[in-house]
C-alpha cells in the first residue's frame, strides 16, 4: 500500500512536475537550436553565395547545410525558358532512371502543376494522385518532395524541389522554413540574372566602345580623362596610359576648347583642332544623370583630314574650271585680232629692208604677238579639267610651261627668277598639267612671301635634278626664294588645308594642302624649309618609274 502511494506520489506530485519540465524544456531547447540552425543555413546561404558561383555550386552548398537537420537525398532545380520548363541543375548527379537534365513534359507533370498553382506542394509517392515523375522517384527510392516556385515581381520562372527518402511528415515550420529558403535561392538567382545582365551589357558596351574607329574620351567634369578607346592612341602612340591625363594640356593647348563650352553651357559643342599632322572634328557632349546633373562629358574625335584635301581639290578644281571657261572666251576673242596682228606685221616686214627703221618696230609687234599666243595656249593647257590620266611627262617642260605664264609678272615685279634645270632628267609618270599646278603654287607662295619682304635682291631660284631618298630613284624640284620665311613651328602646319599665314585677301590656305595630295597622288611628297626673315624652300619629290629606260627618256 506505500508503495502504491508512492508511485501516485511520483508520478502526479512534483516528482513528476520535474519530469515534465526537464522533459519540455529540453524539447524546447531542441526546437531552438533547430531554428536557430535553420536561420544560420539561410543565412550562410546569401553569404555564402557570390555572383561567379555556378548553379551546381550553390545546389551543393545548400544541400550539405540541411543534411545537418534534415533528412533529405537530393535537390533539384528548374527553370522556366519560355514556353518549357527546363531541368537544369540537380545535386547529387541524377540517377539512371531519374528525370533527366532537359525540358520536362508538360502532360500529368507534377513539376508542371507546382509552376502554375505558384504554391508550395509536399508531395509522397504513396498518394492516391500519381504523376509522371512517380515512377522515376520510386525507382531512386525517394518517398517525398518539397516543390517550392520561385518567383521574382509576381511571376513564377523556376522551381526548386528538395526530395527525401524517410520523411513521411513534416511540420508547419518545416514547411515555413522550406519556404524561406526558396525565397532566398529565388533572389539569389535573380541577382545572379541581374548581374550577368549588366555584365553583360557592360562588355557589349566596352567592346563598341573600343570598336570605335574614331577617338572617344570620357572626360569628368574638372577635365580629368577617365576612359579613352583603342582608337584614341593613334593620336598619342607615345602615351601608354591616357586616363588620368588633363584634356586641356593632351588636345586644347593652342586651339578652341569644346569642352569647357559644353560643361558650360551643357549642351553639345564643337571646333577643329589640328592632332599631329591630322585635321580633325572635335565634338563635346555633356552626360547627365538621372537627377539631371551634369556630371561628365563624352569627347568624340573624327579624322577629316582627306575630307578636307578633297574639298580643297574641289574649291581649286572650280577654281580652275572657272578660269578654263575665261581662258576660252579670251582666246577666242584675242586669237582673231591677234592672227590679224601677226599676219600684217609679216606682210609689211617682207616689204621692208632689214637697214630700214621700221623693220625692228614690226618684229616687236610680231613677237609680242606670238608671246601672247603662247600666252594664251599655257593658259587653256593649265587650265584645262579633264579626266587625269597619267602618262610620261617631263618636269623640266612642267617648270617652262609654268614660267610662260607667270615669268613675266614676276620679272615686272623685280623679282630675279633662277633657273638650274637638269637637261638629263628623265621622264616621269603623271600628269603634267598638275605638276604644272604644284609648281605654279609654289611660285605664287614665294612671290607673295617676296612681297612682303624689304630686300632689294628678291630672287626666285628653281632646281630640277635627280636623287635617290630612302633607296628610291626621283626627281626632285626645289623653289628657294629669300623672302620673309616663317618660325619653324609653323612648317609642321602648312599643308593642313585651310591653314595660312597670309591675310584674307591673299590666301585660303588651300595651295599647298592640294599640291601635297597632288603630290602623293603621284606616288611623291612636298617638304619645306623656312627659316623667319631668311626665305623659305620647298622640294617636290616624285618617283622615277623603274620600267623606264633612263637613258632613252632623259629630255636635251
Not at 562588355?203 to 574607329?213: G, N, R
Not at 623679282?415 to 605664287?444: A, C, K, R, V, W
Not at 627659316?531 to 622615277?544: A, V
Request: hydrophobic share 40%; glycine share 6%; with cysteine.
Amino acid at each position: 500500500m506505500r508503495n502504491r502511494e508512492e508511485m501516485i506520489t511520483f508520478l502526479t506530485g512534483v516528482q513528476s512536475s520535474k519530469r515534465n519540465y526537464y522533459t519540455e524544456l529540453k524539447k524546447t531547447v531542441s526546437e531552438l537550436q533547430k531554428k536557430n540552425t535553420q536561420l544560420e543555413i539561410i543565412n550562410d546561404v546569401m553569404k555564402g553565395f557570390n555572383i561567379e558561383m555556378s548553379m551546381d555550386d550553390m545546389l551543393k552548398n545548400v544541400f550539405e547545410k540541411l543534411q545537418t537537420i534534415f533528412s533529405i537525398h537530393q535537390i533539384s532545380l528548374s527553370v522556366v525558358e519560355g514556353r518549357n520548363l527546363v531541368r537544369t541543375n540537380v545535386f547529387p548527379s541524377p540517377a539512371e532512371h531519374f528525370i533527366p537534365l532537359g525540358p520536362i513534359p508538360d502532360k500529368n507533370s507534377l513539376y508542371w502543376h507546382v509552376v502554375r498553382s505558384g504554391k508550395p506542394l509536399f508531395y509522397r509517392t504513396s498518394d492516391e494522385h500519381t504523376w509522371r515523375e512517380n515512377e522515376s522517384l520510386k525507382k531512386i527510392g525517394l518517398k517525398s518532395l518539397f516543390l517550392f516556385p520561385l518567383v521574382n515581381k509576381g511571376k513564377v520562372f523556376g522551381l526548386l524541389a528538395i526530395g527525401s527518402k524517410t520523411m513521411d511528415e513534416h511540420t508547419p515550420s518545416d514547411l515555413t522554413f522550406f519556404q524561406q529558403l526558396s525565397d532566398q535561392v529565388a533572389v539569389c538567382m535573380e541577382n545572379a540574372r541581374l548581374y550577368n545582365e549588366v555584365l553583360e551589357t557592360k562588355k557589349h558596351w566596352e567592346e563598341t566602345f573600343q570598336a570605335v574607329s574614331e577617338a572617344i574620351f570620357t572626360v569628368g567634369v574638372d577635365g580629368n580623362i577617365l576612359q579613352a578607346n583603342l582608337a584614341a592612341y593613334q593620336y598619342f602612340p607615345e602615351n601608354s596610359k591616357l586616363s588620368g591625363r588633363q584634356v586641356e594640356e593632351l588636345l586644347f593647348q593652342k586651339e578652341d576648347n569644346p569642352f569647357r563650352t559644353s560643361m558650360i553651357t551643357k549642351a553639345p559643342s564643337t571646333a577643329e583642332i589640328n592632332l599631329r599632322d591630322k585635321v580633325c572634328e572635335c565634338y563635346s557632349y555633356p552626360v547627365f544623370d538621372d537627377a539631371d546633373h551634369l556630371y561628365a562629358g563624352i569627347i568624340y574625335i573624327k579624322d577629316v583630314t582627306a575630307k578636307r584635301k578633297i574639298e580643297a581639290q574641289l574649291i581649286q578644281s572650280g577654281k580652275l574650271a572657272a578660269i578654263g571657261e575665261m581662258a576660252a572666251g579670251v582666246a577666242h576673242e584675242l586669237n582673231n585680232p591677234l592672227t590679224a596682228v601677226m599676219g600684217n606685221a609679216q606682210l609689211l616686214l617682207r616689204k621692208l629692208d632689214l637697214s630700214d627703221p621700221q623693220h625692228k618696230l614690226l618684229e616687236n609687234i610680231y613677237e609680242c604677238g606670238k608671246r601672247s599666243k603662247t600666252i594664251i595656249r599655257n593658259l587653256l593647257t593649265f587650265s584645262r579639267q579633264e579626266e587625269v590620266l597619267f602618262e610620261q611627262c617631263s618636269m623640266n617642260e612642267a617648270v617652262q610651261q609654268v614660267l610662260g605664264l607667270v615669268g613675266n609678272q614676276l620679272r615686272k615685279m623685280m623679282i630675279d627668277i633662277e633657273t638650274d634645270l637638269d637637261d638629263s632628267l628623265p621622264f616621269i609618270e603623271g600628269s603634267n598639267q598638275q605638276i604644272g599646278q604644284i609648281i605654279l603654287n609654289l611660285l605664287l607662295n614665294a612671290k607673295d612671301a617676296l612681297e612682303d619682304s624689304d630686300k632689294s635682291n628678291k630672287k626666285i631660284h628653281i632646281h630640277t635634278g635627280r636623287e635617290t631618298i630612302e633607296g628610291v630613284q626621283s626627281v626632285v624640284l626645289t623653289v628657294t626664294d629669300n623672302g620673309t620665311g616663317m618660325e619653324e613651328a609653323l612648317v609642321a602646319d602648312i599643308f593642313h588645308p585651310f591653314f595660312t599665314t597670309k591675310n584674307a585677301v591673299k590666301g585660303t590656305g588651300l595651295g599647298l594642302s592640294v599640291s601635297l595630295g597632288i603630290a602623293e597622288a603621284h606616288g611623291g611628297t612636298l617638304k619645306a624649309e623656312s627659316k623667319l626673315e631668311c626665305g623659305s624652300s620647298f622640294k617636290l619629290i616624285l618617283p622615277i618609274p623603274s620600267s623606264i629606260n633612263l637613258s632613252s627618256l632623259s629630255l636635251r
